[in-house]
């Protein structure tokens, strides 16, 4: 078991690269599968999860070549199987993305039932409730979703609530259906508008990805492409607010401002500046920064992918804030840790109210997921003395190489594997 050593006190100041987005490389390998020629994927996030969909896209006899680690090669033409492993589901719940793609491409799929996960209950109905609309029988067996159609058919769809998953597990079916699709109540996330992207640039019909109502034509086929993933929001966040914590000055370059609106304005109601150009953004927070109110919602909203983060920053803020939880009904699960580091917060219902402290103090703690856990290393960079992050295999799901680009920003920290390693590090900082 690898953890985070971090000596925290030292202000993060340098610029830093962000690579391409997780969320949106996982749908867009997914969809790769449904053309029966070379795509090449380019900016892709070397990370954990990543790689396990690689396994998944294998799995079923597609023809993967990992050109270099941000590279890779997929071929459809020789897929054998319709069946996704539990194996995979179990590591990464994303893998559904293969029934849209599978479906789309040849009106069959099966895949494993995702269960829970760390941040609460993740039902699939929409996902399931979209592809009936298209025409699926869709059956829950054996821990299994079997979804078949003779043929899918255009249709209009309405999604109950906004849904990044099933946006896109539906309209990557729909982008092989015969005839005209709406998808109405569509998640607008950036990664929505990237997948949709991808596929046009496959050959498929969409229109209106960004909006709320997304319209797709159907095509018969998918060709090859080249395209090249979009820069990881989340991951960019992540050192924005690393910055803030830290009171530092970061330039946090290869990145699209606009998908970063609702963080910066958070950023500039603490008092931070950030100053925006074309495709970097630098944070400078000197002053100590004030308290505010964030709810997460669906983009344009604050992101529930940085809410911890959030709560970090606020921990250590003048004054009393709170934070509303209104996507996933367990996210709140580091506040524990976060309180074993000094934090003062109470959780009631769905929202934390922070009162901030002067400073965090360094401790033992558990990442209890992948962005609390990277929200936990900003409270270690920020604290007086050691903190040591256990469990980091979820922050290893979705941030690549976050100690070394750190470390590039000045800050200490180490990943270690023993508790002598960790004793070797306390010798050398102290
Ligand atoms: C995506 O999850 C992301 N994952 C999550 O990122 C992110 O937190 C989330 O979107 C919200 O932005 C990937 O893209 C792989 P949703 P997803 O469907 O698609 C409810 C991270 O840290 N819902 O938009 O599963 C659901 O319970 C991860 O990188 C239904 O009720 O999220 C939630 O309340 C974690 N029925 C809300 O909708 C459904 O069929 C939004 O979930 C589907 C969802």
Not at 257 to 282: I, Q, S, Y
């Amino acid at each position: 078991m690898e953890q985070y050593v971090i000596k925290g006190g030292n202000p993060l100041v340098g610029e830093v690269e962000i690579g391409g987005a997780k969320n949106a490389a996982l749908a867009i390998l997914a969809a790769s599968i449904m053309a029966d020629e070379t795509v090449t994927i380019d900016n892709l996030p070397d990370v954990r999860d990543i790689n396990v969909l690689l396994g998944a896209i294998k799995g079923i006899g597609a023809i993967v070549e990992r050109v270099d680690a941000h590279t890779v090669k997929i071929n459809g033409s020789t897929i054998s199987g319709m069946t996704v492993d539990y194996e995979y589901i179990k590591k990464i719940r994303a893998s559904y993305y293969l029934l849209g793609a599978l479906l789309g491409k040849y009106k069959k799929a099966e895949v494993a039932l995702p269960g829970g996960c760390d941040i609460g209950s993740r039902p699939i109905d929409l996902h399931l409730k979209g592809f009936r609309a298209l025409g699926a029988k869709v059956d829950i067996q054996h821990g299994l979703i079997a979804a078949e159609a003779e043929h899918l058919k255009g249709t209009h769809i309405y999604l109950d609530k906004v849904s990044v998953g099933a946006t896109i597990n539906i309209m990557m079916a729909a982008a092989m259906a015969e005839g005209k699709t709406i998808i109405e109540n569509a998640a607008k996330e950036p990664h929505v508008v990237d997948v949709a992207n991808f596929l046009n640039s496959m050959g498929a019909g969409i229109r209106g990805a960004g909006t709320d109502v997304i319209r797709i034509v159907g095509v018969e086929k998918l060709h090859k492409t080249e395209y090249s993933i979009i820069p990881d929001q989340i991951e960019a966040g992540t050192f924005m607010f690393a910055a803030a914590a830290t009171r530092g000055d970061v330039t946090v370059k290869n990145v699209i401002p606009k998908h970063l609106e609702a963080t910066t304005a958070k950023l500039l109601e603490v008092g931070c500046e950030v100053e925006e150009f074309d495709d970097a953004v630098r944070v400078v927070c000197a002053k100590p920064m004030n308290h505010t109110q964030v709810t997460t919602l669906p983009y344009p909203g604050f992101p529930t992918d940085m809410q911890p983060q959030m709560a970090v920053i606020l921990g250590i803020a003048q004054g009393t804030s709170t934070v509303t939880e209104s996507i996933f009904e367990n996210r709140f699960k580091y506040v524990d840790e976060l309180t074993r580091m000094g934090a003062t917060i109470k959780v009631e219902s769905n929202i934390a109210i922070i009162t901030g402290v002067e400073k965090y103090t360094g401790a033992r703690v558990s990442a209890p997921d992948l962005r609390a856990g990277a929200a936990l290393v900003i409270a270690g960079l920020a604290a007086e003395g050691i903190t040591i992050v256990d469990d980091i295999y979820y922050i290893e799901r979705g941030y690549e190489h976050f100690e070394e680009k750190l470390a590039s920003l000045g800050a200490q920290i180490e990943k270690v594997s023993s508790e002598k390693e960790i004793q070797k590090f306390t010798l050398k900082v102290s």
